[in-house]
């Protein structure tokens, strides 16, 4: 379960000092609160807004926001103007906490690749730094992509190209440092976006995890006369201070840990999975596709490799409204809404959710939300937000309108969602088992 704290919403204070590898460490703890877990009341609403909460992400000292703000679409559905509108209003309402990456905006194209980063870095120019959490993330294998780097035709998760990667990010971000530096996809190969099944066919070979972790290491450790300081100050060097993965396997997650543990390298301290109503088997459990019955079946995967007392990896869950399709808007092909979504605006863009049977099971979801008083983003927002493993949802916006709804889901609705929503949440997902599945 995410440690809950009562903390101010910034990253850490100077009471907390590193070994050098980052694999322990001695802080003066933050004040920690249980989640409290009542009577399940009539209504699944509150009359009245709480406050977002703050958690502690892995093993790392940051403090971050049970929502972080997604930036995907800046620089291809959202002008400057309008990304700065959308940061402000997320970082005045509590959210401390944004992503990014090299390959944004989505999708993906050589005329608008790090448009994202520019327009975050002429917002941040205006802001006190320490108090914005910043993860971005470095791509992993691809053939398709080399426009990326200066001088490749594949991109690799080696050191060459990771210190590429952030040299850039840094430049473009503007900023002397990056809280959080993510593997975007694995460098070797592992059902992507929609796949599900691993094909042993497509097996290929890869950076080895100690290499990539070592250059991570010389990132971290540049530029740095200590790391007892928590805040840096400025240097013409690189400086990373956590690293984490994303779209990872359990074997992955493992294999991080373990070479980071036997070769005294740094530890990932999160993964970035994506994580909602309709896409919850990846996490939550493993498949026996020789089954009949995936309940029977299964066995638990991510969620007991990054617990806590295992490996204490946070969860940073993306697209906990299914690409927008858990908003309800794509049920009406025909409404404004939908002809403004991006699974209209860019064919073939996750597709996932357009060729299956995910509008049947977002269609039973309606009606259990519907039942129980709640909008379609109140009850999977709640629902993500609610997740014993959870530590923060990404959530992305194109109007400061959207990001309004999405945070007052947070913290106008009933916490935890009372019992009787989750039976029928789980009555759904026994006949709905990932219906997003290609």
């Not at 704290?5 to 590898?21: E, G, L, M, W």
């Amino acid at each position: 379960m995410a440690s809950i704290v009562t903390i101010p919403a910034f990253p850490c204070n100077k009471t907390c000092s590193f070994s050098r590898h980052g694999l322990s460490r001695r802080c003066k703890p933050p004040t920690f609160i249980s989640r409290t877990w009542r009577s399940t009341p009539i209504s699944a609403k509150l009359k009245e807004k709480t406050a977002l909460e703050y958690r502690k992400l892995g093993d790392s000292d940051l403090i971050i926001s049970e929502i972080t703000l997604g930036t995907m679409t800046y620089g291809e559905q959202n002008t400057e103007k309008e990304a700065h509108e959308i940061l402000g209003y997320a970082f005045e309402h509590g959210i401390n906490a944004l992503d990014t990456a090299e390959a944004y905006p989505i999708p993906m194209k050589k005329e608008t690749q790090g448009k994202t980063d520019l327009y975050i870095a002429s917002w941040l120019k205006s802001q006190p730094r320490d108090k914005v959490i910043l993860a971005t993330k470095v791509c992993g294998y691809s053939e398709r992509s080399g426009y990326i780097r200066e001088n490749a035709k594949v991109l690799r998760v080696d050191a060459a190209n990771i210190r590429e990667s952030v040299e850039k990010s840094l430049k473009r971000l503007n900023t002397d440092y990056i809280d959080l530096l993510q593997i975007h996809w694995p460098d070797r190969y592992v059902p992507l976006f929609g796949e599900f099944f691993y094909d042993p066919l497509k097996w290929r070979p890869s950076i080895p995890f100690v290499e990539q972790l070592k250059a991570f290491q010389e990132l971290i450790d540049e530029g740095k006369d200590s790391l007892n300081d928590i805040i840096w100050n400025a240097s013409e060097h690189t400086q990373v201070r956590y690293i984490g993965v994303s779209n990872e396997t359990s074997y992955g997650v493992m294999e991080f840990v373990h070479a980071a543990i036997v070769e005294g390298l740094p530890k990932i301290v999160s993964i970035q999975n994506s994580y909602s109503l309709l896409v919850r088997c990846h996490f939550e459990r493993a498949w026996n596709s020789g089954s009949r019955n995936l309940l029977e079946a299964a066995v638990v995967d991510l969620v007991e490799v990054c617990h806590p007392n295992n490996y204490n990896i946070g969860l940073l869950a993306y697209s906990p409204l299914g690409g927008g399709a858990l908003t309800g808007k794509y049920l009406d092909i025909y409404s404004e809404a939908a002809k403004r979504g991006r699974l209209n605006l860019f064919p073939g863009y996750m597709e996932r959710y357009n060729r299956s049977i995910a509008k049947e099971a977002t269609i039973e979801c309606q009606k259990v939300a519907k039942k129980h008083g709640l909008s379609m983003v109140q009850l999977a927002l709640g629902f993500a937000r609610d997740r014993p493993f959870m530590t923060s949802s990404i959530v992305g916006a194109t109007s400061v309108d959207q990001l309004k709804e999405d945070i007052d889901a947070f913290m106008t609705t009933e916490r935890p969602l009372p019992a009787e929503v989750m039976a029928d949440i789980e009555t759904t997902f026994k006949r709905y088992k990932d219906p997003a599945i290609l």
